[in-house]
């Protein structure tokens, strides 16, 4: 304990170096304006500032009279000047900050989608596709300096090793003084990165036409918006028409009801029918779906919890109509096809990990939580939890099979965290193992919730210290810059805690930041036998040169006419990214 408490200290101290270094640079560069980091950050913070309240106020009292033009140009106006705002004041906000910043004005979005009509669905739907995911894109942004900067690449380094540290701590019995002051630490240190990014990156914007240039024919976009009252929908096709639609409160309602409750019925076939056809008729009714084969679609809000392959229209499911993939904002998808990827042959597999304990030490341990602290310490309604021993061994035998001497498996006892972290961009990385989210409201950043359990990780639970629990922010600074596939066998890893415009804090996007192109997650707990199934099918497809997304289709639409149609067993794996 000792000694890991020094090594965070050194850090600290050997990241400061740095730090101020690049602190003196950015000053330097102020001072050659005359002007002063202080004084740049305040111009920025309250030059304007109650200029989009000004005209927020304006777009109101042209609502209220019902002028729908001043209305809209107003309401325009105030986002525009909001987000220009926003974008000096993040270069000088840590990720905690943004966060909370973006909650305090979700008025502006608001207001913008509420006075959108016809013609104006365009210039709304660019202001959407460049505000959704803004804080994700900052670190989209850090990943592609760090490729291109020596400095940076050094300066995140750094920081990844705090976060690692971070979340080491978090998992012991560590004083909490301890992790709020390298906590405090690490936010400080985000500013100063922000702030470089600020200077030397300059923000790229992006218009529906940079997504109907990406489209097939056949093919529609989808992006959906949620507000604080609303749903609103943008619909995309190749020929750059745009459809616009609003749910209003009472249907906005009803979805998020019956979201949950398709999640407390989930086992009732009637149920499901029942519940995923009201969604369908919600949803499908006010898009024209026919003569397309393939949907992209890009979920907001409750949205993000469900699969729409198995929204029902009375006779067949969606994904047997047409292709479905799902990307977590227009700018990340044409980042994706931005950038060519230089993929090798390698594929790596972690699968059934040794977790240690035998069954009486294991129901002494209590498994619920976030960090090993708390994984240790809760309980669910009185029951002790733990991660139990994965019995399937389908998975790694077919993708041997398949891929021979490219595929590198660790098993049992192998499948480590230290081998883990020895991966580098792997054509392909499959982990068949458990994974967890867990509702935690002491921790406030949600990448600490989310994580994968390796070999041992049972016994770093019991002992609160040692190796087996990765969490999502030590996963988001891997390299798998060239990485085509990350496949999470493994239960519930495509949740995570949900933001409005933000998407979903969990496994997905610490993948997808550390520069993964396609993941296939788990929405909830799919049996080992249907998961083992599913997955031989999905590795058979890519083996004879299906697409991701195409092979993942067809393992789902053969396990409906083959085995169960019930969607609990084939729906909960979902593909998001780049096919």
């Known amino acids: 304990m000792k000694t890991l408490l020094y090594f965070s200290v050194v850090l600290l101290i050997g990241c400061s170096s740095t730090t101020d270094s690049l602190?003196?640079?950015?000053?330097?560069?102020?001072?050659?304006?005359?002007?002063?980091?202080?004084?740049?950050?305040?111009?920025?913070?309250?030059?304007?500032?109650?200029?989009?309240e000004i005209l927020l106020d304006k777009a109101r009292f042209f609502r209220d009279i019902n002028d729908k033009k001043n209305y809209y140009r107003f309401a325009k106006g105030a986002f525009e000047q909001y987000y220009t705002l926003q974008r000096g004041i993040f270069s000088i906000l840590d990720k905690y900050s943004k966060k909370q910043y973006l909650q305090q004005h979700k008025k502006y979005i608001n207001e913008l989608f509420n006075a959108t009509y016809s013609p104006y669905y365009k210039d709304t739907f660019n202001q959407w596709l460049n505000y959704k995911r803004t804080r994700f894109d900052y670190e989209n942004n850090i990943i592609l300096a760090v490729e291109k900067n020596p400095k940076i690449k050094r300066v995140w380094n750094a920081l990844n090793r705090q976060y690692t540290t971070l979340a080491r701590l978090n998992q012991q019995n560590t004083d909490r003084k301890i992790l709020s002051a390298l906590d405090k630490k690490n936010r400080r240190f985000e500013k100063q990165l922000s702030a470089y990014m600020a200077d030397t990156f300059p923000k790229k914007t992006i218009d529906y036409k940079n997504i109907t240039d990406l489209l097939r024919d056949n093919e529609l976009y989808i992006d959906f918006a949620k507000t604080q009252d609303n749903y609103f929908i943008f619909v995309l096709d190749k020929s750059n028409q745009i459809i616009f639609k609003r749910f209003d409160k009472q249907e906005t309602k009803t979805i998020n009801d019956t979201i949950d409750a398709t999640k407390k019925d989930i086992f009732r076939i009637d149920k499901v029918h029942k519940n995923y056809g009201k969604l369908y008729n919600l949803i499908f009714k006010k898009i024209d779906i026919k003569n397309k084969t393939s949907l992209i679609i890009s979920p907001d809000g409750e949205l993000n919890k469900i699969p729409f392959e198995a929204l029902y229209d009375g006779e067949k499911y969606l994904i047997q109509k047409l292709n479905i993939r799902y990307i977590p904002s227009g700018k990340e998808f044409v980042k994706l096809y931005q950038h060519n990827n230089k993929s090798n042959n390698r594929v790596i597999v972690f699968a059934n990990?040794?977790?240690?304990?035998?069954?009486?030490?294991?129901?002494?341990?209590?498994?619920?939580?976030?960090?090993?602290?708390?994984?240790?310490?809760?309980?669910?309604?009185?029951?002790?939890?733990?991660?139990?021993?994965?019995?399937?061994?389908?998975?790694?035998?077919?993708?041997?099979?398949?891929?021979?001497?490219?595929?590198?498996?660790?098993?049992?006892?192998?499948?480590?965290?230290?081998?883990?972290?020895?991966?580098?961009?792997?054509?392909?990385?499959?982990?068949?193992t458990h994974g967890f989210y867990l509702q935690d409201k002491t921790i406030l950043n949600p990448m600490l919730k989310a994580g994968i359990a390796l070999s041992g990780a049972n016994i770093a639970v019991k002992n609160k210290k040692g190796d087996g629990i990765i969490t999502a922010l030590e996963l988001s600074g891997m390299d798998l810059s060239h990485t085509e596939l990350v496949v999470l066998s493994a239960c519930k890893t495509g949740v995570g805690e949900i933001e409005n415009g933000e998407g979903v804090a969990g496994l997905s996007k610490a993948f997808m930041t550390a520069g993964a192109k396609y993941i296939v997650m788990s929405l909830w707990s799919v049996p080992t036998d249907a998961t083992g199934k599913l997955m031989k099918r999905f590795y058979e497809n890519l083996h004879k040169g299906y697409g991701y997304s195409d092979a993942l289709r067809e393992a789902k639409i053969w396990w409906i006419e083959h085995k169960n149609s019930h969607p609990f067993y084939w729906s909960g794996f979902v593909g998001s990214g780049r096919d």
């Open 23 to 52: 602190t003196n640079e950015l000053n330097l560069k102020r001072e050659k304006n005359q002007e002063s980091l202080y004084e740049y950050q305040k111009k920025v913070l309250y030059a304007n500032s109650e200029y989009p």
């Open 353 to 432: 990990p040794s977790f240690g304990l035998n069954e009486n030490e294991r129901k002494e341990s209590q498994l619920k939580g976030t960090t090993i602290e708390t994984l240790y310490n809760e309980t669910d309604g009185g029951k002790k939890n733990y991660f139990d021993t994965l019995t399937n061994q389908d998975e790694p035998k077919i993708i041997k099979k398949l891929y021979g001497k490219n595929a590198k498996i660790y098993l049992g006892k192998d499948a480590t965290e230290s081998n883990f972290f020895k991966i580098k961009s792997p054509k392909i990385l499959h982990l068949s």
